[in-house]
């Protein structure tokens, strides 16, 4: 629920609410969480055309310059401004007039913290997590929504009328689950071309086999049924049998297998982008994070490919959770 919550309205919670949170400020990358710095807002000259509703989905496109400093100085009509640097280093003097910031550059300097800390390009890392919530989330409905349309159709076709038909659906079947998932996945991306829109289209093409042979034996074992004796001697048609009547008396399995499905779902999608075949930069995801940041497990800053982790990790054991207690509520045996 709470990623839910933030996968719709990321760019409302994130400090960076820049299209993609990709506002870098080089000069403090890879600092540790709670990290505070001065930073100059040096304001946009682009007009503002956005609406409310497209802020919320893209984040603001005409954002604000930022620029960590480490002191500032009013001369005449100018702002001097030190720009950020570690240790003892002189900083790198920079001015600006300031008829730029209305005669009032106090206002466009402000304390920032950092929560999580900053990534490799000086990006708000609490920002890229919030941002890259959608990817890893919206795959999960998009890929189970593919594999449920076409499992459930091909599994009720094959479970329902037998012979030949179901003999070719479970040859398909048998053949699209002998592929390792992650190999057929990578294929179909190739194919369509990189982004996150072909990762969640591949993802879903090749999760529909489960569901398929979950369907395929529900509807074989309930169309021995005196319900669905009685509808076809009430001259129902096939197509209203199927959707109306059995598919109805066997959700349970696959409201299970979906919750399963939207888990194993969200760790292909990771696995690709820490391949680099998943979403491409600047999107954020937290397989591509992770990818990002591995090395630093070495350099004292493990946190940077550590955090991304453990959100990957809670939010499938939660949807794990979730898909164990639905299979123990509609268990009729229980």
Request: glycine share 8%; net charge positive; aromatic share 10%.
């Amino acid at each position: 629920m709470l990623c839910a919550i933030v996968a719709v309205f990321a760019y409302v919670f994130a400090p960076d609410n820049s299209k993609n949170a990709n506002q870098m400020h080089l000069e403090i990358h890879s600092k540790k969480p709670g990290f505070t710095v001065q930073m100059l807002h040096i304001p946009s000259g682009n007009i503002d055309h956005q609406s409310s509703f497209e802020k919320l989905l893209y984040g603001k496109l005409n954002q604000q310059t930022e620029i960590p400093i480490s002191n500032f100085n009013i001369k005449d009509d100018l702002l001097e401004v030190g720009i950020y640097t570690e240790g003892n280093l002189q900083p790198q003097l920079k001015t600006f007039p300031l008829s730029i910031f209305k005669n009032n550059p106090e206002k466009y300097i402000k304390q920032k913290t950092f929560i999580l800390g900053t990534d490799k390009y000086g990006r708000d890392l609490l920002s890229r997590m919030l941002v890259g919530t959608r990817i890893s989330f919206f795959i999960g409905f998009i890929a189970v929504f593919i594999s449920l349309v076409i499992g459930i159709t091909i599994g009720a076709i094959a479970g329902y009328f037998g012979g030949s038909i179901d003999n070719f659906i479970m040859w398909l079947i048998n053949i699209t689950w002998s592929i390792p998932t992650l190999l057929l996945v990578i294929a179909i991306t190739l194919a369509l071309g990189k982004g996150y829109w072909q990762v969640f289209i591949a993802v879903g093409l090749t999760m529909w086999v489960e569901v398929a042979r979950v369907v395929r034996g529900q509807i074989m074992s309930a169309k021995q049924q005196q319900y669905v004796e009685a509808a076809k001697a009430l001259g129902f048609s096939n197509a209203r049998i199927i959707f109306r009547h059995i598919l109805p008396n066997i959700m349970a399995p696959i409201i299970v297998i979906s919750a399963a499905n939207f888990a194993a779902a969200i760790l292909i999608e990771s696995g690709l982008s820490f391949l680099g075949i998943g979403a491409q930069p600047p999107t954020p995801s937290w397989g591509a994070m992770i990818k990002d940041h591995y090395s630093y497990i070495i350099l004292g800053k493990a946190y940077l490919a550590v955090i991304p982790g453990l959100a990957i990790m809670s939010l499938v054991m939660a949807f794990m959770l979730i898909g164990n207690a639905l299979r123990d509520a509609l268990d009729v045996r229980n």
